[in-house]
């Protein structure tokens, strides 16, 4: 590196200051991570969260996780009494693999201080907790099925066509995707129909977050069921369609969130950086890939929305070996020469930093895409050089950085994972 660059120290919360006044009044603030399993991430954005949260408004955390399992934590921590028994006992609702991502130690303090924060809040200020994935096609159809009886309502039988549809695939999302693959018998007109059935039933104006969220939830759970169905027929076709299906889909939910929640409502957002860092600006671009932190630049401008990006040199991750696999502790080895993680290593010999783009865009050689390391819940230390660097022009790709040199393993429950998942589409499983 010609020059150093410039960096903020990374110890403690108060050290997040620059960030906080970097970040000002923007609406949207996305908080990335170079795993699924590293704990010093999870602590992080649970430090800046709060934060962001305490300090300037913001009404609620949307994560890369499914809308049935994270709407039961979200209408778990807006109650005033504890009706979970304990933060494990309610994080057991994240059964599909890999279970780890939400059902952990780290999420569990994270979950304890929302509820604990909300209780001194007023019913309609309570901060909430969504999923903005699209992977709960069965669970999301259960959900609204649930929903449509309990409210006996002429969205019923529209609800029971659609179930009926998938029932011959076993809840098996692979299974469907591959009966569909070559003929046009599948179920796209059922999910669309029961779409525009629930959303005519739930059309009326109603007072008060919590009625509107109710049926908020149950709409929400129909479109999950029709992009999903979208999902699983693009996904044998590979390339990008079944990525861009994906990140759209989580796209459109934070849209109707924040619309949800008002014209001055602000989200937090935690994915994976490949999720939230411009896709403009990594190699996903010639691939005609898009991703939530280039839409929501898109839709929202760039001016009212801010990235953090987050990686390490090296340490530990929890990961499986392939999809599906028991999750097991990693050793993530010293990222490769010349990448950006071996150069903030070099620079800050072990010491960890906070950098804003806004302060590294005159350093020309930035301006240059570089290999950026990033680890999915299928990971495969030996072979990650060969795949697992993806090239960021970094100042562009983020607004910040947060370096952690030396990072853990995160601590997961003990959370049996149910047998019906989606395959693994990616070798980086992101």
Known sequence: MKTALPTHPLRTASDLDPLMQAIGDKRIVL?????????????????????????????????????????????????????????????????????????????????????????????????????????????????????????????????????????????????????????????????????????????????????????????????????????????????SASWNVRDNHMMETLTRLLDLHGPDSKAIIWEHNTHVGDARYTDMRREDMVNVGQLTREAYGRENVFIAGFGSYQGSVIAGKKWGATPEKMTVPAATRDSWEHQLHQQLAGDNALLLSSELREHKELQQPIGHRAIGVVYRPEFERFGNYVPSVIPDRYDAFLFIDETQALHPLPTHADEHNPPDLYPSGQ
């Open 31 to 239: 908080l990335g991570e170079a795993s699924h399993g590293t704990a010093e991430y999870y602590t992080w954005r649970t430090t800046i969260s709060k934060r962001l949260i305490q300090e300037k408004g913001f009404q609620f955390i949307a994560v890369e996780g499914d809308w049935p399992d994270c709407f039961e934590v979200n209408a778990a921590i807006k109650k005033d009494e504890v009706t979970y028994g304990s933060v494990p006992q309610l994080l057991r609702t994240f059964n599909r693999w890999p279970t780890w991502m939400w059902g952990n130690w780290e999420i569990v303090g994270l979950v304890d201080w929302l509820h604990t924060h909300n209780r001194q809040q007023p019913v309609e200020q309570r901060v909430g907790f969504y999923g903005l994935d699209v992977y709960s096609l069965w669970e999301s159809l259960q959900e609204i099925l649930h929903y449509v009886e309990k409210q006996g309502d002429g969205a019923v039988q529209a609800a029971q066509r659609a179930f009926q549809c998938f029932e011959p695939y076993g809840n098996d999302p692979q299974e469907y995707a591959q009966a569909i693959a070559f003929v046009s018998d599948d179920c796209q007109d059922e999910v669309t129909d029961m779409l525009r059935a629930l959303r005519k039933q739930t059309a009326q104006q109603l007072d008060g977050l919590a009625d509107r969220e109710t049926k908020f939830g149950a709409d929400q759970n129909a479109l999950v069921a029709v992009n999903a169905e979208r999902y699983y027929r693009a996904m044998l076709r590979g390339g």
